[in-house]
């Protein structure tokens, strides 16, 4: 027999939904400030999985992903509990920031405490009510402001379910990340909770693309899970390509870049990406060339034509067969936007 679930003092039935508004903190105003957890809990016994995003308030194409899946008419059939957190950072997504109003990234503060700044009481409350009654996770983020991701899984791939997990997410990238002090995939970890991390897209910008991967991919892992039925789609995900190093290739000079390089595309050692020039000068411009530094595909690039040296242009993954890769990653753009 199922038994209720009880989150934050309230008890949800096997076969009910609830959303609960749990207090986080006031502004300053003395307005408070809450944080939305929606609640689906099955009449049938399965694993509990929580799907969180806007940890970074101004990373939008998660809140969008989870709107959608919790409108999912399957979800009538689930086995087991979903918890959904579509906006953890309120204060950063009202701000349009990264950040939370001391300046501290939330994502860098799990575990948490209880007396400690905002940052760190919002990741303790965060942990006392949604990891410690998980059993799995799903983190969505996107790239940072004026930078893009490719629909990319990043997870600790030498836990053999968490890459079971990933592999059945359905992305053709799956990156293998070091588990960063203070992130909440670290602390989900200490607690047994197996994580992924996806990574699509631009903040404050909705993709389209990324966000119906992100929606797919939420739905394989709660089918992988046997939360819900079984697909009907006819054809398989194609086994994803694993990258186990990656590198970004960096601003030689500063200036106004000019990108050629499109996400997903295959580069090679030594290969012309792109090309910064000074904007001064107009009679005699002279291009400064950006050249890759290993062979691989475009994961991430930036999106401002303005830079300084050192700046971040592109992020490039390695592979075994990168012209393998690339061409799997335009087979997947293809079906995503023709569904």
Not at 72 to 101: C, D, E, T, W
Not at 144 to 153: D, K
Not at 321 to 334: G, K, N, P, R
Request: net charge positive.
């Amino acid at each position: 027999m199922v038994k209720a679930l009880k989150i934050a003092g309230s008890e949800i039935l096997p076969g009910s939904r609830m959303t609960i508004q749990l207090p986080i903190a006031n502004l300053y105003t003395h307005t408070r400030m809450d944080l939305p957890i929606h609640i689906i809990h099955g009449k049938k016994k399965g694993p509990v999985l929580f799907v969180s995003a806007a940890i970074h308030g101004d990373e939008l194409n998660g809140v969008e992903i989870i709107r959608r899946l919790l409108i999912q008419k399957s979800l009538k059939n689930l086995r087991g509990s979903l918890i959904a957190i579509p906006i953890v950072n309120m204060f950063g997504l009202i701000q349009h920031s990264r950040y939370l109003p001391d300046r501290r990234d939330l994502n860098r503060s799990f575990p948490g405490s209880p007396k400690g700044a905002l940052a760190s009481r919002l990741a303790h409350i965060f942990m006392e009510t949604i990891v410690k009654n998980s059993d799995y996770a799903l983190d969505i983020h996107t790239g940072a402001i004026h930078r893009s991701n490719l629909p990319q899984i990043r997870a600790n791939l030498d836990d053999k379910e968490t890459m079971q997990l990933a592999r059945a997410f359905g992305v053709p990238v799956i990156i293998n990340s070091d588990i960063r002090d203070g992130s909440l995939r670290e602390a989900a970890a200490m607690h047994g909770v197996k994580t992924l991390l996806y990574e699509a897209g631009e903040a404050l910008r909705f993709d389209d693309l990324s966000i119906k991967a992100g929606l797919n991919g939420v739905m394989n892992v709660m089918r992988y899970l046997n939360m819900l039925p079984a697909s009907k789609r006819k054809k398989p995900n194609a086994e994803p390509f694993v990258a186990r190093s990656s590198s970004w290739v960096r601003a030689p000079h500063s200036g106004v870049f000019r990108n050629v390089i499109k996400l997903g595309e295959r580069v090679k050692l030594g290969e012309k990406l792109g090309s910064i020039s000074d904007p001064t000068e107009i009679f005699e411009e002279i291009d400064f060339p950006v050249i890759s530094t290993r062979t691989g595909i475009i994961i991430g690039k930036t999106n401002l034509p303005l830079v300084n040296e050192g700046d971040a242009l592109y992020h490039i993954a390695s592979f075994s067969d990168s012209s393998e890769v690339a061409l799997e990653v335009e087979s997947f753009h293809h079906d995503i936007t023709t569904e």
